[in-house]
């Protein structure tokens, strides 16, 4: 059996280990699913477990994305079942962010993906995360709303990738679906934007 089903297998199960919702109830006994926004990313944990756990919430989704795909391009993995080393390393990236999305330890019902999505763009396309940084502080800098942040940059990779990784179809396909389900995942977000409603981040 191909050593990449191994890897999607091994990210789905990492992405799933809920961060956010450990670290809070080791941590400060507060569980994210019933507080602020019942999230249990990083923002929602930042506002309700406070600063430090939502920066550790930050960095443990973040390595569950790029852990998987790192692997897969170190490990080198060959070209099986004609499945191309390009599609099995986006396959190894999308797995995390399936796990995050939809952890099979929470009956499916995890976070909105965002930072793990930044792990697994990492190894792929720095650059390309080093400019979504970017876009990011600004929108947020300007108008303080981090969904709009997050939904724009999940909007906008795809088009840098198509670009900077235009060797590999796969990685854009996989940055099509996982922006499909960062949209998706964000409906209440975006309807809280349209109405004027969204809850604005406090600088400072």
Known sequence: MPVGIFIALF???????????????????????LAGSKNIGATNVFRTAGKTL????????????LIPVWIAIQWGVSD???ITENQWIALAGLSPFL???????????????VATAVGIYLPI???AVLIEVFIFAGLVWKWRYISLGSITCAITIPILLAYLRSD?????????????LILYRH???????????ENKWKMG
């Not at 992405?15 to 400060?28: A, E, Q, R, Y």
């Not at 590999?168 to 396909?173: D, E, H, K, L, P």
């Open 125 to 127: 396309s720095p650059i």
């Open 187 to 197: 409906q209440s977000n975006i309807a809280r934007l349209l109405q004027g409603t």
């Open 54 to 65: 939502g920066i550790l919430t930050l960095i443990g989704d973040i390595l569950k994305g």
């Open 99 to 113: 796990g995050h999305v939809f952890p099979i330890f929470l009956g499916f019902k995890g976070g909105k993906g």
């Open 11 to 33: 990210g789905y199960l990492l992405g799933s280990i809920p961060t956010g919702l450990l670290l809070s109830k080791f941590f400060s006994k507060i569980d994210p699913r």
């Open 168 to 180: 590999s179809q796969a990685y854009f396909i996989m940055s099509i679906i996982i922006a499909a």
């Open 80 to 82: 099986q079942w004609g």
